[in-house]
């Protein structure tokens, strides 16, 4: 293989790129600090009761780039008997912030599911602000093989035109005070800010930062995601069936762009 001035200027610049990439990994004491500005002065954490929190993530995983996860969280969904907040950390992640979960009394539980990027072993921590204002953390410790800061370089994601691919799904007709399972996905790259192009210029963050459930205006479920959610962000959450309703879907870019959706959900 013949190498040209300009082959080995673009290994250089890949070069720099994989050296100066690579974020640093945050600490316990950043997780700290992000649940403080999250859920204000609580005593000591360790002390906190879970709650009864179920936390379905593997122990292990291969690839960091895309682990399953779901958290539920005991409630009847009754006056103040639901999670105003579910909040996911990550200790060695570059940033300690996951996602704000917020569930409303529209919801027919406090369980959601999505896909996460994990970077190295560490813990996960879940904390839980029901609406009676009381608060409950828990831990779940979790390994993966390669982590998902893995691939520093990366191509063009959001050429000229990009816009994104939406899918939602959700029953066809649902038996009045029954539940109505949604499930939502959306075609998006989810661009950490830690990456470079091939050139070695480093790639701005840009991702689907805020998603919303509603009817009628009304907002029935919502996440506010960060860049350790995986790319094409999926969540899976309940709804009460109590009436017929369009239910409108939304994610906000970090552009400014709002991508939207509807489903109609038919109660019989």
């Known amino acids: 293989m013949k190498l040209t001035r300009r082959s080995m200027c673009l290994g250089a610049l890949s070069l720099a790129a994989l050296a100066g990439v690579w974020p640093a990994l945050a600490t316990e004491a950043d997780v700290r600090a992000a649940i403080a500005d999250d859920f204000g002065a609580l005593p000591e954490l360790e002390t906190l009761p879970d709650g009864g929190i179920a936390i379905e993530l593997p122990e292990f995983?291969?690839?960091?780039?895309?682990?399953?996860?779901?958290?539920?969280?005991?409630?009847?969904?009754?006056?103040?008997?639901?999670?105003?907040?579910?909040?996911?950390?990550?200790?060695?992640?570059?940033?300690?912030?996951?996602?704000?979960?917020?569930?409303?009394?529209?919801?027919?539980?406090?369980?959601?599911?999505?896909?996460?990027?994990?970077?190295?072993?560490?813990?996960?921590?879940?904390?839980?602000?029901?609406?009676?204002g009381r608060v409950f953390r828990a831990v779940r410790k979790v390994d993966v093989t390669y982590g998902a800061c893995e691939d520093p370089i990366a191509n063009e994601q959001f050429p000229p035109g990009w816009s994104p691919s939406?899918?939602?799904?959700?029953?066809?007709?649902?038996?009045?005070?029954?539940?109505?399972?949604?499930?939502?996905?959306?075609?998006?790259?989810?661009?950490?800010?830690?990456?470079?192009?091939?050139?070695?210029?480093?790639?701005?963050?840009?991702?689907?930062?805020?998603?919303?459930?509603?009817?009628?205006?009304?907002?029935?479920?919502?996440?506010?995601?960060?860049?350790?959610?995986?790319?094409?962000?999926?969540?899976a959450f309940s709804l009460k069936a109590e009436a017929s309703a369009d239910l409108r879907f939304e994610?906000?870019?970090?552009?400014g762009e709002v991508y939207s959706t509807t489903a109609e959900l038919v109660v019989a």
């Open 166 to 235: 939406m899918r939602v799904s959700v029953p066809k007709v649902v038996i009045t005070g029954s539940e109505a399972e949604i499930r939502t996905i959306i075609g998006h790259p989810m661009e950490t800010g830690f990456r470079h192009n091939i050139q070695g210029l480093l790639i701005p963050v840009r991702i689907a930062e805020t998603f919303r459930c509603m009817r009628d205006g009304e907002t029935l479920f919502s996440v506010k995601l960060e860049p350790a959610i995986a790319a094409n962000p999926y969540f």
């Open 61 to 132: 995983s291969d690839s960091g780039k895309s682990v399953p996860l779901t958290v539920t969280v005991p409630a009847s969904m009754t006056g103040d008997d639901y999670p105003e907040i579910v909040a996911v950390y990550a200790a060695r992640n570059p940033r300690p912030r996951v996602c704000r979960v917020f569930f409303t009394p529209a919801c027919a539980e406090a369980r959601f599911s999505t896909r996460i990027r994990i970077d190295s072993y560490q813990d996960v921590t879940i904390m839980v602000r029901m609406a009676d």
């Open 251 to 255: 994610w906000d870019d970090t552009t």
